[in-house]
Every structure is written in structure tokens, then in C-alpha cells.
């Protein structure tokens, strides 16, 4: 049984994350990864409405299904670490970055449809706006995620 002491010094404590390697959290490392794809996608889709030089189209799509794969694998481990932890649980920029990030794949993942099509009309203009979007979402998603890290302290060391 605990004293009163241990209980108070383990609640003052950051939120550990879960998936880590070494006290470094997985989900950290794995987040750049999509989102230079994603934002890749968006200036490869601007390069193609511009150009439309076919080379930027199959760049998009490329991209596209790298962030996804890369994306598919921080989740994983942003889940583990969300279910993981009840402390990171209560936090309500968890949440939102949670729900953010599923709407930023959901998007990524109909635009990796959407880019499978004829090039012209998979880009110009549904390709593009969905690339946008994805983007603009993703921007909120960050923000949340620096939220978690320099104001919650999730998954910084003591």
C-alpha cells in the first residue's frame, strides 16, 4: 500500500508515453514522416495544376500512400499511448488531436482515391482542395499535439 507522499509525488509527475523506446515515445518520432508527405502532396499538387506535367501527379500519389503508411504507423502508436495512459486521457487537447489526426487520414486516405483516377481530374481541382484541407487540419492537429508537449508535459522526461 502507498503512503500519502508516494501517491502525491507520482500525480505531479509528467504523463509517461506508452510506446517508446528507451523513454523516447514512438509517436513523437514517427509524426514528421506524414507530415512532409502530406504537405509534400499539397506543393507536388500546386506544381502539377501549374505545370501539369504528369511527373508531379505521380509524386502526389506516391506521397499520398507513404504519409498514409507512415501515418497508419504514428497512429498506432499515439493510440497505444492515449489508451494507454487515463492521465493523457483527461487531457481535453488529447482528444482533440485524437479525433483531429483520424479526420487528417480519413482525409489523406480519400484523397489517395481520389489521386488514382484520370491525372487531370484526379488533381485539379478535388485532388487539390482535399490536399488542402488535409493540410489545415493537419496544422490544428500539430498545434494540439505542442499542447500535449509543452504544456501537459505528456511524454517529456522528469
Given at each position: 500500500?502507498?503512503?500519502?507522499?508516494?501517491?502525491?509525488?507520482a500525480d505531479t509527475?509528467?504523463?509517461?508515453?506508452?510506446?517508446?523506446?528507451?523513454?523516447?515515445?514512438?509517436?513523437?518520432m514517427l509524426v514528421p514522416f506524414p507530415i512532409v508527405c502530406f504537405v509534400g502532396t499539397l506543393l507536388t499538387d500546386i506544381?502539377?495544376?501549374?505545370?501539369?506535367?504528369?511527373m508531379w501527379a505521380d509524386f502526389s500519389a506516391w506521397l499520398l500512400f507513404a504519409g498514409l503508411v507512415m501515418g497508419g504507423l504514428a497512429a498506432i502508436a499515439g493510440l497505444i499511448d492515449f489508451f494507454g495512459s487515463r492521465r493523457i486521457r483527461t487531457l481535453a487537447?488529447?482528444?482533440?488531436?485524437?479525433?483531429?489526426?483520424?479526420?487528417?487520414?480519413?482525409l489523406a486516405l480519400?484523397?489517395?482515391f481520389v489521386h488514382s483516377r484520370d491525372v487531370w481530374t484526379s488533381v485539379v481541382p478535388t485532388g487539390l482542395v482535399l490536399s488542402a484541407l488535409t493540410v489545415i487540419v493537419m496544422l490544428v492537429t500539430g498545434w494540439l499535439g505542442g499542447e500535449l508537449v509543452y504544456r501537459h508535459r505528456v511524454g517529456v522526461a522528469d
Open positions: 500500500m502507498q503512503d500519502a507522499t508516494s501517491v502525491a509525488i509527475s509528467n504523463p509517461e508515453s506508452t510506446a517508446r523506446v528507451a523513454r523516447h515515445p514512438i509517436h513523437v506544381a502539377y495544376w501549374r505545370t501539369a506535367q504528369m487537447p488529447a482528444w482533440y488531436h485524437m479525433a483531429g489526426n483520424v479526420v487528417v487520414m480519413l480519400l484523397n489517395a
